[in-house]
């Protein structure tokens, strides 16, 4: 069986074609504040790709808010405030944290008397102390590397409208959760939830994370060409890390560069590659939309779920 079959493909023509506006209301200057270490995004990809993708949101969020009202018609009860969530899913490197905060920004521009909020599941990690004492510190970013039950008491508190919830971060500099610096999130009206494992179904859970979703959207790219992505953006954070002791990688930045990439290599090959393959990318025909990525962080395909 065709494993696209459940999706209509379209290329970045043909999608942009579907709301050709060239009103972007951002600069260059805005999206190299936004974007990753080694991400790329330009006007003409929020013109071409995101302006489109996010009114495909709105008009999803519109006939979200109707069916709520007409749901507490039928059920005679006032309307509640119930937040849309939005899941991204991908590998690591793949540029989900860019995408994340590009359509949070155009959602609030589009919609802006909505609250529209951006966490990621990072933040849900073990800490790394907890990892050492599991003995799975090489498994950090493998499902049984993250608390899915805070996760999901989390996620169960947005969506049965507590007014403030909050979520542990996480630092890419320290390399581990920042249980003391927590993120509040504050009466969203949209929810957008970054990470890899947003589409993932682990076994022992009777809930998935994505059973809370309204909708989701994963990004997608050739594995050899986001290995590529994972060791410009290691070569970006030694140079970042060369002044500062506290970072993660300030050693590697001290020691022979050569080695230091070896080493990045090997994570990649025993740790980041298996869990892309086993656990992250069997999760992509569970979105709505897969955003597909080639060279240089280009946008070329997109493809929407049917129905």
Do not use: C
């Not at 909505?114 to 849900?124: A, H, I, Q, Y």
């Not at 050693?251 to 740790?271: H, L």
């Amino acid at each position: 069986m065709d494993e696209w079959m459940n999706y209509e493909q379209f290329d970045r023509q043909t999608w942009h074609s579907f709301f050709p506006t060239d009103t972007v209301r951002l600069t260059q200057g805005n999206l190299d504040e936004i974007k990753s270490l080694n991400d790329r995004i330009s006007i003409e990809d929020v013109q071409d790709v995101y302006l489109p993708l996010v009114k495909l949101i709105q008009l999803r969020y519109q006939n979200f808010l109707e069916w709520q009202m007409q749901k507490a018609n039928f059920l005679q009860r006032s309307t509640m405030r119930v937040p849309y969530i939005i899941g991204i899913a991908g590998s690591v490197a793949v540029g989900k944290s860019t995408i994340a905060r590009l359509i949070s920004i155009l959602l609030n521009k589009m919609l802006p008397d909505k609250r529209v909020e951006l966490m990621t599941t990072d933040g849900f990690l073990y800490p790394n102390a907890e990892l050492e004492r599991r003995n799975i510190m090489d498994r950090k970013g493998f499902p049984e590397s993250y608390d899915m039950e805070k996760l999901l008491k989390f996620l169960n508190d947005v969506k049965a409208g507590e007014p403030i919830v909050k979520a542990p971060t996480y630092s890419h500099q320290v390399y581990d959760v920042q249980l003391d610096k927590p993120l509040t999130i504050d009466h969203p009206d949209i929810l957008i939830v970054e990470g890899i494992n947003t589409l993932q179904l682990p076994s022992n859970q009777q809930l998935y994370i994505s059973d809370y979703f309204d909708w989701s959207l994963y990004v997608d790219a050739n594995p050899d060409l986001i290995e590529h992505w994972y060791l410009q953006r290691f070569g970006m954070l030694l140079d970042t890390a060369f002044t500062d002791p506290s970072n993660y990688y300030y050693p590697y930045s001290q020691g022979d560069r050569k080695e230091a990439f070896k080493m990045a290599k090997d994570v990649w090959q025993r740790v980041d590659l298996p869990n892309l393959r086993e656990f992250i990318l069997p999760t992509k025909l569970r979105a709505d939309v897969i955003l597909h990525k080639t060279t240089g962080h280009l946008v070329d395909h997109l493809y929407l779920r049917r129905g």
